[in-house]
């Protein structure tokens, strides 16, 4: 009955002249290609191996060079096997490779079938796994502006070499206003009235380097970015920045954010000194780099910008983007970022030699604070902060 109607469809639209014949015919082959995909079983696919695929084929799935994503997995410090609430069994290399596809393209789950070759259920199953274990253990890292590798007077070194008016702006704060699906209860708490769409909102500090140093959200979509900047918390931890050194380092965000002695914006009013008009045309194209890192996440992680996918109450949207941030650290770690080219300051690596008893098998790993590198990026001392969901 189904392929009946099918037929009929497809007559309709070559009667009604709505499409060219090119398009109907591209439309009946995708139509049928997805069909046999359907109806093929899981298991006529071979079973994942990395190795199967080159170093190109792995840059265009998972955006990350094959040896890359080895080491990825080696960092995350994954267990050497996974096991699900169904009992299927999975090596840490194959739950990352899906993770990094998943959210790479926002794609069916039976797509993954090709790459995997395991059943819609099962790769639903790693995705959840992998993904709550990134961001239950991983997540604190997005919560912290004092990560070891952090040199913050070099940031402000960079900022003020490409023009800023001020010798002590180290980083940029923005919100991101995030499309979702109508959701079927406080459809008026989701709702910008701005933007004239249910959303949920995010707050980035974004460094000169190209990393995400603080990352902050869900928040309903209605709210201010002042209210989210209050109730995030990151207040505290700039004016420690900001007491900490002589320089009185501070951060730099448009006028929608508090005033305060770490927390620069730029001047309004219709009658502007001079120097108040030097300082805002100095600052405007160095704030659109936290614009930038919006862009390279939703680029590279598209699944976070699929709308018609994320779904309040029925899916962890929260997780999706802290764990694509961490991710897009990774990738800025890797091969740079436009920020990082911009404000002429590289990342820093991901790689370094480590010791076998640094890296706990029992997922509470540590890291020794003398490895200067982006290993400790991934692991610290600092006590795991539960992440807030949606």
Request: aromatic fraction near 14%.
């Amino acid at each position: 009955m189904a392929e009946v109607e099918t037929c009929t469809y497809f007559a309709t639209l070559a009667m009604s002249n709505l499409v060219s014949m090119e398009d109907l015919l591209l439309l009946m082959a995708a139509h049928s290609a997805d069909k046999l995909m359907e109806e093929q079983p899981h298991d006529a696919y071979d079973k994942f191996d990395i190795d199967n695929f080159s170093n190109a084929q792995c840059k265009s799935l998972f955006h990350f060079e094959k040896d890359d994503i080895i080491t990825l997995s080696e960092l995350l410090a994954l267990p050497h096997t996974y096991q699900a609430q169904n009992r299927i069994v999975w090596q840490p290399l194959e739950g990352t490779c899906l993770l990094l596809r998943r959210l790479c393209y926002p794609g069916r789950l039976f797509n993954l079938a090709l790459y995997f070759g395991r059943s819609i259920l099962d790769c639903s199953l790693i995705f959840n796994n992998m993904l709550a274990d990134v961001t239950h253990h991983f997540a604190h890292l997005l919560n912290d502006v004092h990560q070891p590798w952090m040199d913050h007077k070099l940031y402000a070194e960079k900022v003020t070499a490409k023009g800023a008016a001020v010798n002590n702006i180290w980083g940029f704060v923005d919100g991101t206003l995030q499309h979702v699906c109508r959701p079927g209860q406080d459809q008026r708490e989701y709702f910008s009235g701005h933007k004239r769409k249910h959303a949920l909102k995010f707050q980035h500090i974004m460094l000169p380097n190209g990393l995400v140093a603080h990352s902050f959200g869900p928040f309903p979509g209605r709210r201010h970015d002042a209210s989210l900047y209050g109730v995030s918390g990151v207040d505290t931890q700039l004016a420690q920045v900001f007491a900490r050194d002589s320089k009185q380092l501070a951060i730099y965000r448009d006028q929608a954010y508090p005033l305060c002695p770490w927390l620069y914006t730029p001047f309004g009013g219709d009658h502007l000194t001079a120097e108040q008009q030097h300082f805002n045309a100095s600052m405007s194209p160095l704030q659109t780099a936290v614009e930038w890192g919006f862009a390279k996440l939703c680029t590279y992680f598209t699944f976070v910008n699929f709308y018609t996918n994320l779904k309040i109450r029925l899916q962890p949207i929260g997780h999706y983007f802290q764990t694509a941030t961490l991710l897009a650290n990774c990738h800025t770690c890797c091969y740079g970022s436009e920020v990082s080219t911009y404000f002429d300051l590289e990342p820093p690596l991901w790689t370094c030699t480590f010791s076998e008893t640094v890296l706990l098998q029992s997922y509470e790993a540590v890291c020794d604070t003398e490895t200067l590198v982006m290993f400790s990026y991934f692991i610290s001392k600092q006590y795991l902060v539960n992440l807030q969901g949606c």
